[in-house]
């Protein structure tokens, strides 16, 4: 099975798990899998159409999915994938630029909603 | 004509002299050379440093800030001494008492499109060691557009990575980021907080990179990214390609001076007003004090659970702001409400978040309860 490497900023929502199993043939059958594993790490990697947000980054191995077949790349077991987002660094950056996106909480908030219903 | 060693110089850099891959001539070329190191916090601390031992001929450092005591668990080129001191004054009297040697520049400014073109022009090669993504981008921008080496690095609490982004001989910042996390998308932020001895290890890489560059030994990590983890203790390398559709350095590029980069990144990159939700949403320590005097107040504190040991106001309610939007039935919007963080950045965003839900009565304690200790309780700490 391949395994999906997860950066800190992301592992809250993969319960601290600092890497995740993941199944299927393809790059997007594995996101799939992963986000159905962890529902609440999918807005944080793809955008509304579901494409992968340009901040973050898949490779596989040592090669971006971009300059591979995107999320159609083939993968095998014992793959080893790795989620890159973009960090800014340091700290009090953190307090700073959090400015709000309430649109995109309240939308989790009813699909969450919904799927629970 | 490379500037020659003195006798001084030729016993304070033996070291490097006896490795046939500096020897006389590379620690010449180092003395010849230039260096800007934008930002001396946790990165630029390291940086500036070693590139100053290491006999860097003129280093350039660009910040803003002055010395807070927050900052001494990283920032080690700083000293309880400098408390209070502008930071580039205080890291340029560090740097001659280690080097006498070299020349220090300093400007004690914001690094702004306005400015970082002029400042930037006359370095041999820029090291980012900014903490925003604003600046990050501008620092890219700027090694672009002047066809210098960007040696990069960034933090988040046990991740490092770093790379040098040079577009004259493979990718640049954008090339593998195009565009920022949008505003309130940046994961996990709201934490925030850094292992002190993260920047040192990444700032180390930074100035390795840079020696090399200057040098013109090794194999620096131009098309390539550098990923640690220190809690696992795991370096990850991937390549990194030239991206074809690369808005500054692809052959198509439509971005030929430099931008708004706050507009750009949705964020400011230097202290505005920080820790406020605007005046109309925002109540001030003192005032919150009178209140809760006379008048029921529900507060919320959206800090982690971790931070309540640190400190805590009684009868509050902690839901962290990652929480907030599932955990709304817990709250009354009938209900006069005031919300809180550590210094109110946070709790801006959880009261845009009520006021977007329907909350009405909710204000935003300005400058957190870090402003609560210092105006209101001083037996609080402030952290």
């Known amino acids: 099975m391949p395994v999906l490497r997860i950066p800190t900023p992301l592992r809250s929502y993969t319960s601290g798990q600092s890497e995740v199993n993941v199944s299927g043939l393809k790059i997007s059958d594995a996101l799939t899998d992963l986000t159905t594993q962890y529902p609440t790490i999918k807005p944080h990697i793809f955008n509304d159409g579901g494409e992968l947000r340009p901040f973050v980054n898949l490779f596989v191995g040592e090669h971006n999915i971009k300059d591979l077949q995107g999320v159609e790349t083939t993968i095998k077991d014992g793959d080893r994938l790795i989620l890159i987002p973009s960090i800014a660094g340091g700290s009090r950056h953190c307090e700073r630029t959090l400015r709000s996106n309430p649109q995109h909480d309240l939308r989790l908030l009813r699909r969450n909603k919904r799927s629970s219903q | ?383």
């Open chain 2, 1 to 383: 004509m490379l500037l020659e060693l003195n006798r001084d110089e030729i016993l304070r850099y033996s070291r490097h002299l006896l490795i046939p891959e500096v020897g006389l001539e590379g620690q010449r070329k180092l003395k010849n050379s230039s260096a800007l190191i934008v930002g001396t916090g946790g990165l630029g601390s390291p940086v500036a440093l070693y590139l100053a031992a290491a006999g860097i001929g003129r280093i350039g450092l660009v910040d803003y800030d002055v010395v807070d005591s927050s900052n001494l668990q990283r920032q080690v080129i700083h000293g309880t001494s400098t408390v209070g001191k502008l930071k580039v004054d205080s890291a340029r009297d560090k740097l001659v008492d280690l080097n006498p040697d070299i020349q220090v520049d300093v400007y004690n400014e914001p690094f702004t499109s306005e400015n970082a073109l002029r400042i930037a022009r006359d370095f041999d090669i820029i090291l980012d060691g900014t903490d925003n993504f604003p600046t990050r981008y501008l620092t890219n921008d700027v090694a672009v557009f002047l066809g210098k080496p960007n040696v990069y690095a960034s933090i988040y609490r046990f991740d490092g990575q770093a790379s040098v982004f040079y577009a004259k001989e493979g990718p640049c910042y954008r090339c593998l980021f195009p565009e920022p996390p949008p505003p309130g998308l940046v994961p996990s932020c709201a934490e925030g907080g850094v292992l002190g001895v993260l920047p040192g290890t990444m700032g180390t890489i930074q100035a390795t990179e840079a020696l090399k560059v200057l040098l013109g030994i090794g194999e620096p990590l131009i098309g390539k990214l550098l990923l640690y983890n220190a809690l696992d203790m795991t370096f990850d390398f991937v390549k990194l390609k030239k991206n074809p559709n690369c808005r500054v350095c692809g052959p198509n590029a439509d971005i030929k001076e430099l931008i708004d980069y706050e507009e750009f990144c949705g964020v400011p990159s230097h202290d505005h007003e920080e820790g406020s939700a605007g005046a109309n949403w925002d109540i001030t320590a003192t005032e919150l004090a009178e209140r809760v005097k006379t008048n029921h107040l529900k507060l919320v504190d959206v800090r982690e659970p971790h931070e309540l040991e640190i400190s805590r106001l009684p009868d509050a309610t902690n839901i962290p702001l990652g929480q907030l939007a599932a955990r709304l039935s817990e709250l009354d919007s009938a209900e006069e409400m005031v919300i809180f963080c550590k210094s109110g950045g946070r709790s801006a965003r959880g009261l845009e978040l009520l006021v977007s839900a329907g909350f009405k009565k909710v204000k935003n304690l300005k400058g957190g309860i870090n402003a609560w200790a210092k105006e209101v309780d001083t037996n609080l700490p402030v952290y």
